[in-house]
């Protein structure tokens, strides 16, 4: 056999085995997280665990309502604040701006990607923070749901406009002829074919950001104030939610894990669990919904 | 591709649940042989884990010892209070570390373990520097951060909220404050309280959040934030010293059964005049 196609196939074999790696390593973490849970979840109990509001590890309390709350919550503001964004940014590049500006803006918003968490839990600590403090309501310390949210939506900006970007630019160039054709304005033709055309890159751009914000630790152990309780207003404008601290699932493990011992260190691995589910929840339903869109 | 991916997504998930219906052993933790001391001349290796508050007072320490007998190789570990009495107690390291008083149930659980005190810390209450009060009572300290007092005027100082900073559960800084603060069977502290995970943080967030309280170890302190006397005591570390100062815990060493060999020269070594010289450099109060 000549030695082309003996590099051939060891070059599949090879290629598949990295494949093969990759999916190793998802299961074993995922086998080991839920092998040092296990413990807490049997003494603990999987309901008790996940509708307990009260999480004090010196005392044998152990429940994980309060931080599943503030990721969801933290998560949603990041959304609320960044998926606008992030898609405006996306259509710019891919459809308004000349060259010599996207190759300005594009590095840029990929530089994002690139600064360390720490440096944005940083830029957070000191210049968010003391910014929300100002809004005057008794109770606001300025870490917190709102300032977390804002620095994820940053987080998570080159994430969703990177996919949503390729995938507008995916979209066939018949289609916007075709739209453009029948006398429709540009804008028209991004809103009513474009976009449409590009929903299913979109919707997985979205939700890819949508597991990053769950899983950012520590930009968020850094602004969000870490207080275990439940996100509730302030006053009676329920707005004020946001400016409630809070405490994320991330969080819980990384500020305790290096004193937990015993039944306390298996919960927070069993908070690992939970934070794993929830993330395959997540991307199980973008894969869906795509699918769903594709037919 | 993505229905692949999605399929992945599912066998994963199966696998979990599969698993998670077997019931796994817990996972028991193999002690590690522990190091042989030397028998002649001062040779050998220590492996000294627990407390955070410890560790750098303990690598500063091992680092002078190793500089006059370089034949000594000395880890030092962090990991936290419980942790340096757990394995000290269970024989997994030579040198145990713990920032608090070891507990009774410790004590019962690992009835060989020798405590030696190495220095004395105390810890600080702290407020941001804006805050114009001097001192403050240890009952009126407890009430703060038990969240009865939750205004600055009720304690002398103006009408404003009082934002409550404080460590992590699990931390020997928290556990030695909330042992001498709000006492054994006290309440906890306030849930609303923000928590971050070490002294640097603690002390950047009540420099930088108006209205704050919090504490520190004395090592941490600096011009950024505020110590408040305690019951009209200052908090320095002469006040710490003469027994004036309410708040002080000590930093101990953990030993299972008597020392001896290269391990009883570096606790001699510690406890020298030399050792709690280093001790007093690093911020901490001598036990001699």
């Given amino acids: 056999m000549p030695i082309r196609y003996v590099i051939d196939r060891s070059a599949r074999y090879l290629l598949l085995l990295s494949a093969l790696v990759s999916i190793f390593v998802v299961f074993l973490i995922g086998l080991f997280t839920l092998r040092e849970g296990l413990p807490a979840l049997r003494e603990i109990g999987l309901g008790s665990l996940l509708t307990g509001r009260v999480w004090r590890p010196q005392r044998g309390e152990f429940g994980l309502l309060a931080m599943i709350a503030g990721s969801v919550l933290v998560t949603m503001g990041a959304m609320l604040l960044g998926v606008p964004l992030a898609l405006g940014c996306a259509i710019f590049l891919a459809e308004v701006a000349p060259d010599r500006v996207r190759a300005v803006v594009r590095p840029a918003v990929e530089l994002l990607a690139g600064i360390p968490s720490v440096i944005y839990g940083l830029f957070g600590m000191v210049v968010l923070v003391p910014l929300v403090r100002r809004v005057p309501v008794p109770g606001n310390t300025g870490f917190g749901l709102l300032s977390a949210s804002i620095v994820l939506a940053v987080m998570i900006l080159p994430t969703i406009t990177n996919i949503a970007e390729d995938a507008i630019r995916a979209v066939p160039r018949e289609y916007k002829e075709g739209s453009l054709a029948l006398g429709t304005t540009h804008w028209q033709t991004i809103v009513g074919v474009t976009l449409p055309a590009a929903r299913s890159g979109i919707v997985a751009a979205i939700i890819l950001g949508v597991g990053r914000a769950l899983g950012e630790t520590m930009a968020m152990i850094m602004v969000i104030g870490n207080s275990i309780i439940f996100p509730k207003p302030l006053d009676n404008n329920p707005l004020t939610l946001f400016l409630s601290q809070a405490r994320t699932l991330t969080g819980n493990i990384a500020v305790e894990i290096s004193y937990a011992t015993g039944l306390h260190e298996s919960a927070l691995f069993a908070t690992g669990v939970v934070l794993f589910v929830l993330i395959m929840i997540v991307n199980t339903t973008a894969h869906l919904l795509i699918r769903e869109r594709a037919r | ?288």
């Fill in chain 2, 1 to 288: 591709m993505s229905r692949k991916t999605f399929m992945l997504t599912g066998l994963l998930v199966l696998a979990l649940a599969a698993s998670g219906c077997r019931p796994t052993p817990a996972p028991t933790p193999t002690p590690a042989p522990s190091s042989t001391p030397a028998e002649a001349g001062l040779s050998g290796k220590i492996v000294e884990a627990g407390s955070t508050t410890v560790q750098p007072l303990a690598e500063k320490l091992a680092e002078a010892f190793s500089a006059k007998y370089p034949q000594v190789q000395i880890t030092v570990q962090g990991g936290g209070s419980s942790v340096g009495v757990k394995s000290a107690g269970e024989g997994t390291v030579d040198v145990g570390a713990a920032s608090r008083e070891v507990k009774d149930s410790e004590l019962q659980e690992f009835p060989d373990l020798k405590v030696f005190t190495i220095a004395r810390d105390g810890i600080a209450i702290v407020a941001h520097p804006d805050v114009p009060l001097d001192g403050l009572t240890k009952e009126q300290v407890r009430d703060i951060f038990a969240g009865e007092i939750t205004n600055w005027s009720d304690v002398g100082g103006p009408d404003r909220p009082i934002v409550v900073v404080s460590r992590e559960e699990g931390s020997g800084t928290r556990a030695a404050f909330e042992e001498m603060v709000m006492g054994k069977e006290g309440p906890p502290i306030v849930d609303t309280a923000i928590l971050q995970p070490s002294n640097g943080a603690v002390r950047t967030t009540v420099a930088t959040t108006p209205d704050s309280i919090g504490f520190l170890s004395f090592g941490y302190l600096d011009e950024s934030v505020k110590a408040l006397a305690v019951d009209g005591v200052e908090a320095t570390e002469a006040n710490a010293a003469s027994g004036d100062y309410p708040i002080v815990r000590p930093l101990n060493l953990l030993i299972k059964g008597e020392p001896s060999g290269v391990v009883k020269a570096w606790l001699d070594f510690i406890l020298s005049d030399e050792g709690q010289e280093i001790v007093v450099e690093e911020g901490y109060i001598a036990v001699k």
